[in-house]
């Protein structure tokens, strides 16, 4: 797989948008995580505008592929991504959290049919996934052309049922899963390293029998790169560690557990706003 300047460019600027309707969402809504958002926007837009096998006018095509959204409370990001693919208005953005909303606060897919799984307690999306990708094998052997994507945090990471299924992924040998790590290290009560160290955390995945690679997760060349070679494995499943920024795109914020499980009010969403769109500008500049 390899991505031309201009279609670099072209994500560059699409997750430009999704970064500022999740401010606009978020501060509309008065609740919600902004930190994984916003560090989270460069994967999600590489999968859902040059990746993912999907359709937005057929959400439940039957061939498409799957993505799974472990920790659900980064699903500002889903929605945004989701309403900019075209899914649904991106108007409807604004309704997020609200009653009667299709959007909850944590994905719910009775609600919009779009999703693959309704989320919310962490740690469960990675066996939900597990279980979709070795049912498909049941279904149609090792030849599906469906890939399996599963997003999950770092700090959910504490939880053990993750590690259950890491364990069967490696045993059973599912080459079409990715899972992708948001390696941001922090969490809702501090940096990850302090709570529950994870490291060496890639050694931890490739003892249990996995393709592990570590990429800038804001590199759109590297994101390619790594699922490029992702795809390329064919005897066991593939981990990609992406470290981020926490709140990538807004430097007051950046970096800052604090916002990992809160909205910004109208001064600080202007702020964030006017950073992403001057942002927007440098990319516009840097392509010329």
Known sequence: MSLTPSKIKELELKANDVRQSIIEMLLEAGSGHTAGPLDMADVFTYLYFHALKHNPKNPEWEDRDRLVLSNGHICPLLYATMAHAGYFPVAELKTLRKFGSRLQGHPHRDFLPALETS???LGSGLSQA???ALADRIDHGRTSDKQFYCLVGDGELDEGQNWEAIMLAGKEKIQNLTVII???NIQIDGFTEDIMPLNPLADKWQA?????QEIDGHNFAMIDEAIGDARAVFDKPSVIIANTIASKGVPEFERRFEWH???PNKEE???ALKEIRTWRGKIKSEHE
Do not use: I, Q, T, Y
């Open 119 to 121: 989320s919310g307690p």
């Open 130 to 132: 597990v279980g979709m």
């Open 182 to 184: 948001d390696r941001n």
């Open 208 to 212: 249990f029998g996995w393709h592990v």
């Open 261 to 263: 499980g809160k909205p």
């Open 269 to 271: 969403a202007e702020l």
